[in-house]
């Protein structure tokens, strides 16, 4: 194609030593460089770091930031573990890879079950939480098994759906922002589940991809490296579910979801729905009690008048007999 380089006949050697992980992706090892593996595959992972960064940036000025930015800093060990990886494909690196996306899955679990607890037992629950992952990921580094890891992984990402859904419940009461919200979940998930089918496909017809990628050229033929496009999915994916879940479990939560999310919130939900209606709930209230004051006060007064008023009448007339007995 116009604007393209061939691919090299021999791949570059490789600086970090024969590929030693037991996964191995379609995008060919040490092409462009002798430092870094898989250049598409590494770089995807920027999605992750992006996300983060973002997040992070918008907690800057609450009291309890540190709450707020553990899922994030949690993709971003996810974008971080996952590079490294990628750049080498060794054994030992794949287990930053796994763990990651565990840990990262963690801390949105330990989010939504004691937002609402107090200090002493967020902090049990966190340090309980960290012994288990501890357990685990040191049990799967030992025996260098990935079944479990999927099955654990898994099971969180239920958990923490199904948790999700009764804090919608129960925190957003108004039905336009509700239905915003419910979309943004199911955008979330449409997003997930389409880069893991990608990442199949990637499996599935990796020869076919192969040659096509060689016929079309350099850089062209990275738009069909779909791990990383993976990356980019379930980066996304990922971070919808963090920014809403922290959202919801902040002091936000059902008010309107306005400008608060990145790319590609903005294109999928009307940040704006419900505002109106907050918005008329709350001048109702204050034209209420001012009303109410208004009303309280001005029958306080007329009370007032009439009370000077028949004490007048009262006091006139007991003058006036007075007067005439007088006579």
Not at 262 to 284: C, I, R, S, T, Y
Request: aromatic share 12%; net charge neutral; hydrophobic share 45%.
């Amino acid at each position: 194609m116009a604007f393209s380089w061939s691919y090299p006949q021999h791949a570059h050697p490789a600086y970090w030593g024969p590929v030693t992980a037991q996964a191995n992706f379609c995008e060919e090892d040490y092409v462009l460089t002798s430092y870094i593996a898989e250049v598409v595959n590494t770089l995807s992972n920027l999605t992750y770091l992006l996300y983060a960064y973002h997040g992070i940036k918008s907690n800057a000025n609450h009291k309890d930031a540190i709450l707020r930015n553990l899922p994030y800093l949690g993709i971003a060990g996810v974008g971080l573990g996952s590079s490294i990886f990628h750049a080498t494909l060794k054994n030992y690196t794949q287990w930053c890879d796994d763990l990651s996306m565990l840990i990262a899955t963690a801390t949105v679990l330990h989010r939504v079950f004691t937002f609402d607890k107090s200090l002493s037992l967020t902090v049990t629950s966190g340090l309980l939480i960290t012994l288990l992952m501890t357990v685990f990921s040191t049990w799967h580094c030992i025996t260098d098994e990935l079944t479990m890891h999927s099955v654990l992984f898994g099971l969180m990402i239920a958990t923490i759906g199904l948790k999700t859904r009764s804090i919608i419940s129960s925190r957003v009461s108004n039905p336009l922002i509700k239905a915003q919200v419910f979309k943004l979940c199911t955008w979330g998930s449409v997003i997930f589940v389409t880069g893991f089918a990608i990442w199949n496909v990637d499996n599935a017809i990796c020869g076919t991809l192969t040659g096509w990628k060689r016929q079309v050229g350099m850089p062209w033929s990275f738009l069909l490296e779909l791990h990383g496009w993976w990356h980019v999915f379930t980066g996304a994916g990922a971070y919808i579910f963090i920014a809403l879940v922290e959202y919801l479990t902040s002091e936000d939560a059902g008010k309107p979801l306005g400008g608060r999310f990145a790319f590609p919130v903005g294109w999928l939900v009307d940040g704006e729905a419900g505002k109106e209606k907050v918005e008329a709930n709350g001048n109702g209230h204050l034209n209420g009690h001012a009303n109410g004051h208004a009303n309280g006060h001005a029958n306080g007064v007329a009370k007032a008048n009439s009370a000077v008023k028949a004490n007048g009448s009262n006091g006139k007339a007991i003058g006036n007999g007075n007067a005439k007995k007088n006579l």
